[in-house]
Every structure is written in structure tokens, then in C-alpha cells.
Nanobody, 115 residues
């Protein structure tokens, strides 16, 4: 069974930075795209950033230029570096992975940005 475990969330002031990590564990044969999604209270979950096995990335317009997604394929880990954080970035951030032909989610990590 594949598991995704996130870490790195927390409370930060506006303008600050956080780095999220997501490690995929288990019997992993193929690890394609991985990404980060977020859901704020009373809002729908939205894509933040996504990265393919080969390193191709795409971002939500709201985070372009501030967030950077990267991955270490040898460690089955994806990162999200978040800079210049804004109060509107406050949400639960969840890791997603297309692994072994299936779609997996982490449990989520809270990011809170105070003004």
C-alpha cells in the first residue's frame, strides 16, 4: 500500500516562507506526477502546483512567482517552497501522487498566514 506523508506546515506571518515536504512510501513501481492542492474554509480544493516525473511543472496563477515545486525521484519526495506568503494562502495543503497507476492523497498539513 502506498502512503503519502506531508510535513512542514505551520503558522507564519505575511511575507514569510514555509517549505512543505511529501514523502511517498510503500511498494512504488511507477511514480508519475505529484502535486500540491489546498482547501481553505468554505472553498473548493484547488491545484497549487504539479510536477511530472521528468520535472515539468505547472502552477496556479495565484502562486506563480512565489511558490516553487520540486521533487527528488530517488527519495519519492516532492517539495513546495512557499515564499512571500499572504493571508489568502491560508489553507490545508494536501499532497497528491499518481503512483503505480493509482491516485493517492496525504492527510494534509495546515498552513496559516497571519496578517
Amino acid at each position: 500500500q502506498v502512503q503519502l506523508v506531508e510535513s512542514g506546515g505551520g503558522l507564519v506571518q505575511a511575507g514569510g516562507s514555509l517549505r512543505l515536504s511529501c514523502v511517498a512510501s510503500g511498494r512504488i513501481f511507477t511514480n508519475a506526477a505529484m502535486g500540491w492542492y489546498r482547501q481553505a474554509p468554505e472553498k473548493q480544493r484547488e491545484l497549487v502546483a504539479r510536477i511530472t516525473f521528468g520535472g515539468r511543472t505547472n502552477y496556479a496563477d495565484s502562486v506563480k512567482g512565489r511558490f516553487t515545486i520540486s521533487r527528488d525521484n530517488a527519495k519519492n519526495t516532492v517539495y513546495l517552497q512557499m515564499n512571500s506568503l499572504k493571508p489568502e494562502d491560508t489553507a490545508v495543503y494536501s499532497c497528491n501522487g499518481n503512483i503505480n497507476g493509482g491516485n493517492y492523497w496525504g492527510q494534509g498539513t495546515q498552513v496559516t498566514v497571519s496578517s
